[in-house]
Every structure is written in C-alpha cells, then in structure tokens.
C-alpha cells in the first residue's frame, strides 16, 4: 500500500505570496491532519479533516486554510506568507481519525524569502 | 491544555550503550502516549505508543512504559546502534483525541 504523499517536496516563495500544499492520503483513509515544524516552535498541530469536514483546528491564524476532497485528498493554503512560515509542513492520515492511528508522509519543505 | 516536556538533547551515545530519553506530560483525562522518531530528510515514523496507564509500548528493541502516577514515558533502549541515530519526539493526543502534541524533540547521535 502506497504511503502518505506530498507535494511539491520544496518549494520558495516571496514573503506576501500564497502557497498552496498538497497531500494525497493512504488509500482508503477518510481523515487527513496537518502540522508545521519549525526549529524555534517545533510541531505544532494546525487543522484536521474527516470527510470533507474540519474537525480540529490548532492556533494558527486565519492565513492559514485548508480544505479536504471527496477522494480524501487535501490541500492546505497560506497567505500572504511571512518569514516565519518557512518551516516543513507534515501530512498525516488515518483511517478515522483517531491520533494513534497516524501516519505521516515526508513533508513539505516551504521557504520564504 | 496538555503538553509535553522532553529532554533537551543532543544526546551522544557510543555504540552499545543504554540509552534513556525522559518524557513527562500535562493533561487532562486519559491521553494516548506515543514516541515518534525522525530521520534526516524524512518525515516522522511512529516507534511504539501506549493508550492506557501502565501499558508498554515497545518495537524495535525501544520500550516505554505508561505511568500514570509520574505522568512519564520514558523511552529506552538497551542496546544503541548507529542506525539509532535520528530526532525523537514525544507526543500525546490532545482532548479531542485526534491532534498530536509534540515534546521539542532530542536528537541522538551514536558513534561506532
């Protein structure tokens, strides 16, 4: 069974800019989580989906969305980016959700310039 | 709100040696306990988790017990090898039961 993808697996932006992140989930799992890591904050939980639906959310400020599609896959966007979202953004799936049952893909590397 | 304090690292280890990493939380009601490990370029792979006081979670000759009285789970390894080498990160589940919330994390260096 494939694994947990992401892409781009690097990406540069210009600070002011939108970014959009993409994860495809283990096939056949229905909820997707998203987490930054970064060296001063570590990682930090931003949002979860479940069929479509956010179901969790961590403290992150409005620039920061997500959304979930009918095949599971998600995507999450930032805008108007700031130095400090340079980070690696970690996708994780899970058949329902529950935080034991997590797996994560490789990442996103973002870099705002 | 729950949350996760490890040790700081790094920790440098020769091979064989034992190897212990201290992880104590915060938290209200009955949390999932979980320590994941993270190789240089990779994202993270879970290594054991406990779901309950008093369970071991072991894999890979890693354990951890789930202490409840201490609110700990430490993870250790009897035996280290330089493959052992990498970032790990405690971690519990939050109220709702789907989020994970991170210790800082200790990196682990074993020489030969």
């Known amino acids: 069974k494939a694994g947990v993808t992401q892409t781009p697996r690097y990406l540069i932006k210009t600070r002011g800019q939108q970014v959009t992140l993409s994860c495809s989930p283990i096939?056949?799992?229905?909820?997707v989580s998203w987490y930054q890591q970064t060296p001063g904050q570590g990682l930090q939980f931003l949002f979860e989906?479940?069929?479509?639906?956010?179901?969790n959310k961590g403290n992150f400020p409005g620039r920061f969305s997500g959304r979930q599609f009918s095949n599971s896959r998600s995507e999450m966007n930032v805008s108007t980016l700031e130095l400090g979202d340079s980070a690696l953004y970690l996708c994780?799936?899970?058949?329902?959700?529950?935080?034991?049952?997590?797996?994560f893909g490789p990442g996103t590397r973002l870099t705002v310039t | 709100g729950n949350s996760v304090t490890q040790m700081e690292g790094p920790v440098t280890l020769s091979e064989e040696a034992f190897l212990t990493i201290n992880c104590t939380y915060t938290a209200t009601g009955y949390p999932s306990l979980f320590w994941y490990v993270q190789y240089p370029g990779e994202g993270l792979q879970l290594l054991l988790k406990a779901t309950k006081a008093d369970d071991k979670g072991s894999n890979k000759g890693f354990e951890a017990t789930y202490r409840k009285e201490t609110t700990s789970f430490h993870l250790e390894k009897g035996s280290v090898q330089v493959s052992d080498s990498a970032v790990y990160f405690c971690a519990l589940s939050d109220r709702a039961g789907t989020a994970l919330i991170f210790g800082k994390g200790t990196t682990l260096s074993v020489s030969s």
């Open positions: 096939s056949g799992h229905r909820s």
């Open positions: 989906y479940f069929s479509e639906t956010q179901r």
């Open positions: 994780a799936s899970s058949s329902n959700g529950e935080a034991y049952e997590q797996y």
